[in-house]
């Protein structure tokens, strides 16, 4: 059973940055596409980041591009988010999920079979 477990996240002033990780344990992440999710208070859950872990397609939602940067590491069997320029409408949980890749990456939650606990991340002054 594959399991996800984020860390990483916690408080920052808006301008500054955060590194999110995935780390999996069970199956090798070489057949899965992982991706990054946050929920808002209030708002639904929307997708971030992807990327196939084996042939590292990647893919992000409009609001983060060119701040945002998702990763691996095969190695550690670990997934990255890498956040720069923090604003405050960037507060959220910030979830990773993993499917299996089947060719295709996706930003659409219900697609994903697995899930971490998820790890909070606010961007206050």
């Known amino acids: 059973q594959l399991q996800l477990v984020e860390s990483g996240g916690g408080a920052v002033q808006p301008g500054g940055s955060l590194r999110l990780s995935c780390a999996a344990s069970g199956p090798s992440l070489d057949y899965y596409a992982i991706g990054w999710f946050r929920q808002a208070p209030g708002k639904e859950r929307e997708g971030v980041s992807c990327i196939s872990f084996t042939f590292g397609r990647t893919n992000y939602a409009d609001s983060v591009k060119g701040r945002f940067t998702i990763s691996k590491d095969n190695a550690k069997n670990t997934v990255y988010l890498q956040m720069n320029s923090l604003k405050p409408e960037d507060t959220a949980v910030y979830y990773c999920?993993?499917?299996?890749?089947?060719?295709?990456?996706?930003?659409?939650?219900?697609?994903?079979?697995?899930w971490g606990q998820g790890t909070q991340v606010t961007v206050s002054s």
């Open positions: 999920a993993a499917k299996l890749y089947g060719g295709q990456i996706s930003l659409l939650p219900h697609v994903y079979d697995y």
